[in-house]
């Protein structure tokens, strides 16, 4: 099993989101993560990032959503980048950025690893570019995610 941050894979979606509401746009990217990484439990990933969100939102401001799912016997973790277009509007606030996160579910304290780091990475990036950080690649952000966690790892 992959349990550190230097294991972790990192997808993204290439074309933007589109999405009726926040509900929507989790399950999309839960299966699509499933799909990228070869999960086999691709139904239990869906359930548990939306079984989350119907708790509490998981937008953490600067129009960034991080829903997250962990269960038991998921092989690695990982992260899905995914860019809304139109915006998604949250509970907290409008959405323009879907980072999704997957984790096994024996180990938390990679789940919480991950989430820290995402969220600094995100801030360092919207100080960097600004509003430009909505129109930067989304390839380009998710390869400065990935040297972000493997250098911190």
């Given at each position: 099993?992959?349990?550190?941050?230097?294991?972790?894979l990192?997808f993204?979606?290439?074309?933007?989101?589109?999405?009726?509401?926040?509900?929507?746009?989790?399950?999309?990217?839960?299966?699509?993560?499933?799909?990228?990484?070869?999960?086999v439990?691709?139904?239990?990933?869906?359930?548990?990032?939306?079984?989350r969100?119907?708790?509490?939102?998981?937008?953490?401001?600067?129009?960034?959503?991080?829903?997250h799912?962990?269960?038991?016997?998921?092989?690695?973790?990982?992260?899905?980048?995914?860019?809304?277009?139109?915006?998604v509007?949250?509970?907290?606030?409008?959405?323009?950025?879907?980072?999704?996160?997957?984790?096994?579910?024996?180990?938390?304290?990679?789940?919480?690893?991950?989430?820290?780091?995402l969220?600094?990475?995100?801030?360092?990036?919207?100080?960097?570019?600004?509003?430009?950080?909505?129109?930067?690649?989304?390839?380009?952000?998710?390869?400065?995610?990935?040297?972000?966690?493997?250098?911190?790892?």
């Amino acid at each position: 099993m992959q349990n550190s941050l230097t294991d972790t894979l990192i997808f993204y979606r290439e074309r933007p989101l589109v999405a009726d509401d926040c509900m929507e746009a989790v399950e999309r990217v839960a299966r699509e993560f499933s799909e990228r990484a070869g999960v086999v439990r691709t139904e239990a990933v869906v359930a548990s990032a939306l079984q989350r969100e119907a708790e509490d939102s998981t937008c953490v401001g600067r129009a960034l959503a991080v829903p997250h799912a962990r269960v038991a016997g998921l092989s690695c973790a990982g992260i899905y980048l995914a860019r809304t277009s139109p915006e998604v509007h949250w509970p907290v606030e409008t959405v323009r950025m879907v980072a999704f996160l997957a984790v096994p579910e024996e180990t938390p304290e990679v789940y919480l690893q991950m989430l820290g780091q995402l969220v600094r990475w995100w801030v360092s990036v919207c100080a960097e570019y600004g509003e430009g950080v909505n129109y930067q690649p989304v390839a380009d952000l998710a390869a400065s995610l990935s040297a972000r966690l493997h250098a911190r790892a």
